[in-house]
């Protein structure tokens, strides 16, 4: 069953993203107070950022998250110190990438123990966990979505928006139904598990589609321009054609008739002429040829003349011989 969203449901969506490393204040702060006037759900920065985007955020209902081991993955160590230093700058959302290697290894025991380690570090914290789909088969797909599953992760995200590929809508689609088919021992009602999409979004109707493939979260450094952007283009541009085509219509008719109706004779008249130049042009090309090979075999037959008299003078001296 498709679920179909409107605009405003869309908007509420959005983890609006800023990971650039150049980042400077006045961009952080721009980001948290569009967040606050479209009621983005999450700013999503840098760790190094925490701290200032919580004090701009503080009396609003924008929550701070932050990424952990992004984008190529980290150390288990690593990863718990990043997720102690993010909680205690405030940080309430934590994206961590998932230990990819291990995965793509086949080490599924390593990496449920290594994410249950991490589950426990972000206990209180919504966790989305990242397996970035562009370097996996689907059976790997399925198989992450199950392990998040039965360790109650709160979002499978597609993508970091730094590998080769970001959001699908085959991906999320599958995701979806490998959530739905995994095993769990507990009310899902009261654990969901649901699909982050991130990577490559840039425009509201890439966010619809996506939210309709099955996206519950949307994550983009674009939610500024979708969240000011009106429906889907279709929506916006069918009216207006509708409303310009009679004003269209009489003006070609009484303008542009006529002048195309004398246009076409002229045009046939120009063509004849033209292919009777290159018809000229061949004859003058074939008549300097002629007179060149006249010349030429001339001038051997001269030549033969002149050779044929020096071996007269030559035979003299077979009388000397006898």
């Not at 889907?232 to 009216?239: F, G, L, M, N, S």
Request: proline letters at 6%; one cysteine or more; a negative charge.
């Amino acid at each position: 069953m498709i679920v179909y969203y409107n605009h405003d449901e869309i908007v509420k969506m959005l983890d609006s993203t800023l990971l650039r490393p150049d980042i400077i204040d006045a961009d952080l702060t721009a980001l948290c107070e569009d967040a606050k006037r479209f009621g983005f759900p999450a700013v999503i920065v840098n760790p190094c950022n925490v701290k200032y985007c919580r004090k701009l955020l503080k009396d609003s209902d924008v929550k701070v998250g932050t990424v952990i081991g992004f984008p190529l993955g980290e150390t288990l160590k690593t990863k718990l110190t990043q997720i102690k230093q993010a909680k205690k700058d405030g940080a309430q959302d934590l994206d961590i990438m998932i230990s990819l290697s291990a995965l793509k290894n086949g080490r599924w025991d390593l990496l449920a123990r290594e994410m249950k380690k991490l589950m426990a570090a972000c206990k209180g914290k919504t966790v989305k966990v990242i397996i970035e789909t562009c370097y996996l088969t689907r059976e790997e797909i399925i198989k992450a979505c199950e392990l998040c599953v039965s360790l109650k992760v709160r979002f499978v995200k597609t993508s970091t928006g730094y590998g080769t590929a970001g959001a699908t809508l085959e991906n999320v689609e599958l995701m979806l139904q490998a959530i739905k088919d995994a095993p769990r021992d507990y009310d899902k009602d009261l654990f969901p598990c649901q699909i982050k999409a991130s990577g490559g979004i840039k425009t509201y109707l890439d966010a619809k589609l996506l939210a309709e493939a099955g996206a519950f979260r949307i994550g983009t450094s674009h939610a500024r321009e979708i969240a000011l952007s009106d429906e889907i283009p279709a929506e916006k541009t069918e009216p207006v054609a509708e409303k310009s085509t009679p004003k269209a219509i009489p003006l070609t008719k009484r303008e542009f008739a006529k002048p195309v109706a004398e246009e076409i004779p002229d045009a046939a008249e120009e063509e004849p002429a033209v292919i009777k130049e290159p018809i000229i042009a061949e004859v003058i090309v074939e008549e300097e040829p002629i007179v060149a090979e006249e010349e030429k075999i001339d001038e051997p037959v001269i030549a033969v003349e002149e050779e044929a008299e020096e071996p007269v003078t030559a035979e003299e001296p077979v009388v000397m011989e006898e």
